[in-house]
């Protein structure tokens, strides 16, 4: 029962359906942009370079040099290649590294962004920017970096393969997990994440089974967009901190570590969140307390399950619980040095997740 709450809507549009990307020049359009560049990473080219054929004369270059975690290099070139160019806005057309790009060149120059997301993981709902310099991966708010317009199409994510698909809706989940306890919850943000978590726990394992699956896909698409407007509206906490720590210090790659750690964060933080794993409850099932079967979940769909799977090792927890620390941040259960610690070797091993 909610007693008190605060809830601040984001100004965002949103076109979904299979096959809406074909109509991204009305979007850009309907901006009044008539100069866009188009971003991308280096294995998105071709998709980018189609998009920026449908634009016709508004699009005005293909930049497909968008890198996990936004280095700050990275950032740099886009934004001169903006500048040079003239661009009037961004069209960033893939996952959270070419949003997140678009959001660098948003941020310094204020263009206007148009994305149009091909993973799960959810930035294009949110006002978060992220930028990576000397192993350290800055975030901050700011409305500006916002996409004014997001172009959901499911075709798009039908070559995205099983393994990133399962670990990019794994990614998502973690902003429903950790919306349902943030300092900020609220009615509306529940609502949205257990939708969200629920098409997504619904949708994954049928894209497992049959990576060409629209309509699995297209569910999978609508519970990354509500996770995504969960991971915009509230404060993260734990959970987000460590992967934030884990990729911007030893390059971890960002689904991945998502993937591993979800089950160990929340079971952490479960004992102190009853509220969620009421609401994890009903979306999960009973057959084992939400944390060890998110475990489960991600293992059946093969997923990796372990921090020494993607190359952290033993020597590096500490400089990591380090830190984690530094700056404190909201979370359900106070955190403690050791408490990270254990966590993280649980993690480490591949180890089921345990309070
Ligand atoms: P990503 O964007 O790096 O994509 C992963 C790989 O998949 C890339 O090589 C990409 O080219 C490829 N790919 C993308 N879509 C594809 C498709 N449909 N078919 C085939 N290949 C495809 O990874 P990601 O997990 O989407 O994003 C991770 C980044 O986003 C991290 O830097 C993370 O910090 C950031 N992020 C930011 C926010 C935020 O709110 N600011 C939210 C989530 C993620």
Redesign the pocket.
Known sequence: MWSEFTYQALPMRVVFGAGRSAHLAEEVTALGLERVLVL?????RD?AERMADGLGRRAIGVFAG?????PAETAEAARAAAAELGADGCVAV???????LG?AVALRHGLPVVAVP??????E??P???LTENGV?R?GRDPAVLPRSVVYDPE??????VA?SV??GM?ALA?AVEGLYAPDASPIVSLMAEDGARALIEALPRVAADSADLTARSRALYGAWLC?AV??ATTMSLHHKLC?VL?GSLGL???EAHTVMLPHTLAYNQPFAPAAVAVLTRVLGERADPARTLWEFAHELGAPHSLSELGVREGDIGAVVEQALANPYANPREVTADGLTALLHRALAGQPPTA
């Open positions: 991308c990473t280096p294995g998105r998709l968008a890198r996990m975690h936004v893939g996952g959270g590294s070419t949003i997140g959001k091909t993973t799960y993981a959810g930035s709902m949110t978060v920017w992220g991966k975030t798009l994510t039908l070559t995205l393969p990133t670990t990019s990614n902003h995504g991971l915009g934030h990729g790659p960002h689904a």
